[in-house]
């Protein structure tokens, strides 16, 4: 075995969780080497949150601009996608440079390297010719790949995922969409309204097939009013590519688009971690983690590798249980005293709570002295960025049927809403409650709407904390509000 090199933690990828417990670690005084291939942040800054949102929230504005002849008189719109382009180069990517984000990790303490790690036994890193072995800890946060399904001919073309929709300069004609989930949509939208025609292919029965059907629904209907066809249950056989063009076969039926975008998933690519030098089956879809992000002896892991969803604010909820958890590991193998806290849960720069016997500190609010938090996903957020938004907590309906709970369901339109009715043009929504009716508490909801994804925090406060149905009932709603409607779902739930 090649000589290692003693350090307290490695962390192999820095995606948005992995950069955020590397940088808090080695903010606590730790030892951190950061293993990165691509582009420290991960997905998020570069084409997944951050640019794709730049594109709807350009997108958003041609359609408020038009929707000006319904509310105020008359406009004319123009697109132009040069300015949208311009933004996601220069403000959000720096032309997809990481510089910035390897020095605000170096700057903390950190020592970068760039490559592919994986492990090489216990408590061993592998990066090229170089081994560095963890005293205290090793992080896995490598994230997950986009998933191209097996259709035969796809692999032989030059098909777009979302890395090369989000870097387009220029807009194609047309545009085929192979997935009908959160990206799928989003990216249809923002196309479709500066004047690409484009096809949505999905092979479920219905878009955003993981919500609500009523939210299919609307989302459908709304992305159908923005000129896109959405075709469901159609599952594509075969694909061809004529040099300009693209062709996607289903049965006897084929649809064509300048380019194709294909979003059918992403999958974390375990086989190159090196998993199975520690005992770990590397053939699973993710990798398993327990409460404390545990993986095995002396590795942790953090992000979408662990499966519990491709979502930037999971990927930082688990770093803080990471963080508390490894310098808690540090401080019982350096053998000192519980901590007054062990380290913050939130995120955020490192400051004055004593995390190892006074040796090291990471700021926030602290845990209860010698604990460390576990992850709970029962009041997990999202929301699929569309016009109108979708957001969704917690169980569906269905999902709470099939686990045998005693439902209730309450229901409102938010056009019936006095801000829906004010808001008129674009006010496509409701609010969805499901309740365990022998507990007396909201176990799911979903909010669609021009605010959809700000009114459902409400919504996760009351999943979260099981705030009781009699409570929510008896509270003050302001008016008149998007989220006024939350009370009207309520009086409906039966």
């Given at each position: 075995?090649?000589?290692?090199?003693l350090?307290?933690?490695?962390?192999?990828?820095?995606?948005?969780?992995?950069?955020?417990?590397?940088?808090?670690?080695a903010e606590a005084?730790?030892?951190?080497?950061?293993?990165?291939?691509?582009?420290?942040?991960?997905?998020c800054p570069?084409?997944?949150?951050?640019?794709s949102?730049?594109?709807?929230?350009?997108?958003?504005?041609?359609?408020e601009?038009?929707?000006?002849?319904?509310?105020?008189?008359s406009?004319?719109v123009?697109?132009?996608?040069?300015?949208?382009a311009k933004?996601i180069?220069?403000?959000?990517t720096?032309?997809?440079?990481?510089?910035?984000?390897?020095?605000?990790f170096?700057?903390k303490?950190?020592?970068?390297?760039?490559?592919?790690?994986?492990?090489?036994?216990?408590n061993?890193?592998?990066?090229?010719?170089?081994?560095?072995?963890?005293?205290?800890?090793?992080?896995l946060?490598?994230?997950t790949?986009?998933?191209?399904?097996?259709?035969?001919?796809?692999?032989?073309?030059?098909?777009?995922?979302?890395?090369?929709?989000?870097?387009?300069?220029?807009?194609?004609e047309?545009?085929?969409?192979?997935?009908?989930?959160?990206?799928?949509?989003e990216?249809?939208?923002?196309?479709a309204?500066?004047?690409?025609?484009?096809i949505?292919?999905?092979?479920?029965?219905?878009?955003?097939a993981v919500?609500?059907?009523?939210?299919?629904?609307?989302?459908?209907?709304?992305?159908?009013?923005?000129?896109?066809e959405?075709?469901?249950?159609?599952?594509?056989?075969?694909?061809t590519?004529?040099?300009?063009?693209?062709?996607?076969?289903?049965?006897?039926?084929?649809?064509?688009?300048?380019?194709?975008l294909?979003?059918?998933?992403r999958r974390?690519?375990?086989?190159e971690?090196?998993?199975?030098?520690?005992?770990?089956?590397?053939?699973?879809?993710?990798?398993?983690?327990?409460?404390?992000m545990?993986?095995a002896?002396?590795?942790?892991a953090?992000?979408?590798l662990?499966g519990?969803?491709?979502f930037?604010?999971?990927?930082?909820?688990?770093?803080?249980?990471?963080v508390?958890?490894?310098?808690?590991h540090?401080?019982?193998?350096k053998?000192?005293?519980?901590?007054?806290g062990?380290?913050?849960?939130?995120?955020?720069?490192?400051?004055?709570?004593?995390?190892v016997?006074?040796?090291?500190s990471?700021?926030?609010?602290?845990?209860?002295?010698?604990?460390?938090?576990?992850a709970?996903?029962?009041?997990?957020?999202?929301?699929?960025?569309?016009?109108?938004?979708?957001?969704?907590?917690?169980?569906?309906e269905?999902?709470a049927?099939?686990r045998g709970?005693?439902?209730?369901v309450?229901?409102t339109?938010l056009?019936?809403?006095?801000?829906?009715?004010?808001h008129?043009?674009?006010s496509?929504?409701?609010?969805?409650l499901?309740?365990?009716?022998?507990?007396?508490?909201?176990?799911?909801?979903?909010?669609?709407?021009?605010?959809?994804?700000?009114?459902?925090?409400?919504l996760?406060?009351?999943v979260?904390?099981?705030v009781?149905?009699s409570q929510?009932?008896?509270?003050i709603?302001?008016y008149?509000?998007?989220?006024?409607?939350?009370?009207?779902?309520l009086?409906?739930?039966?």
């Amino acid at each position: 075995m090649a000589e290692s090199e003693l350090v307290d933690v490695v962390v192999v990828g820095l995606g948005v969780g992995g950069e955020e417990v590397a940088g808090r670690l080695a903010e606590a005084g730790l030892a951190v080497v950061g293993i990165e291939r691509d582009l420290v942040g991960g997905e998020c800054p570069y084409w997944g949150c951050i640019p794709s949102k730049m594109m709807i929230r350009a997108a958003n504005a041609l359609a408020e601009a038009r929707r000006v002849n319904e509310l105020a008189g008359s406009a004319e719109v123009r697109p132009d996608w040069a300015p949208v382009a311009k933004r996601i180069r220069e403000e959000a990517t720096d032309t997809w440079d990481d510089r910035v984000a390897v020095d605000r990790f170096t700057g903390k303490g950190g020592r970068f390297v760039r490559g592919s790690g994986r492990l090489d036994g216990p408590n061993r890193v592998r990066v090229g010719d170089q081994v560095f072995e963890a005293r205290y800890a090793v992080v896995l946060g490598t994230g997950t790949r986009p998933s191209v399904p097996p259709i035969d001919g796809l692999a032989d073309t030059p098909y777009w995922t979302n890395h090369q929709a989000i870097e387009v300069e220029e807009l194609p004609e047309s545009l085929l969409v192979l997935g009908g989930g959160a990206i799928g949509l989003e990216l249809a939208q923002v196309f479709a309204r500066f004047g690409v025609r484009v096809i949505v292919v999905e092979a479920a029965d219905r878009v955003l097939a993981v919500e609500e059907p009523e939210a299919s629904e609307v989302a459908a209907e709304a992305l159908r009013a923005d000129g896109v066809e959405i075709h469901t249950g159609v599952k594509a056989e075969r694909v061809t590519h004529d040099g300009t063009s693209f062709t996607v076969h289903a049965g006897d039926r084929a649809f064509g688009g300048e380019k194709l975008l294909v979003v059918t998933g992403r999958r974390a690519h375990l086989e190159e971690l090196g998993l199975d030098s520690v005992g770990i089956d590397c053939t699973q879809r993710y990798l398993p983690v327990n409460e404390r992000m545990h993986a095995a002896e002396g590795i942790w892991a953090v992000g979408d590798l662990t499966g519990e969803g491709a979502f930037t604010h999971i990927a930082m909820y688990q770093a803080g249980i990471v963080v508390a958890d490894v310098l808690d590991h540090v401080r019982r193998m350096k053998g000192g005293p519980d901590a007054s806290g062990t380290a913050s849960v939130v995120g955020g720069a490192a400051g004055a709570v004593s995390a190892v016997g006074g040796a090291m500190s990471t700021g926030g609010s602290a845990v209860a002295p010698g604990s460390v938090p576990v992850a709970d996903y029962r009041a997990l957020p999202r929301v699929t960025f569309t016009d109108p938004e979708v957001g969704a907590v917690g169980l569906t309906e269905q999902q709470a049927r099939s686990r045998g709970i005693n439902v209730q369901v309450g229901y409102t339109d938010l056009t019936s809403s006095t801000r829906g009715w004010i808001h008129k043009a674009g006010s496509a929504g409701f609010i969805k409650l499901v309740a365990d009716a022998d507990r007396g508490v909201l176990i799911g909801a979903t909010s669609v709407g021009p605010a959809g994804g700000e009114v459902l925090s409400a919504l996760v406060v009351a999943v979260h904390a099981a705030v009781p149905v009699s409570q929510l009932r008896h509270m003050i709603y302001a008016y008149p509000t998007f989220h006024r409607a939350i009370e009207d779902a309520l009086r409906n739930l039966k």
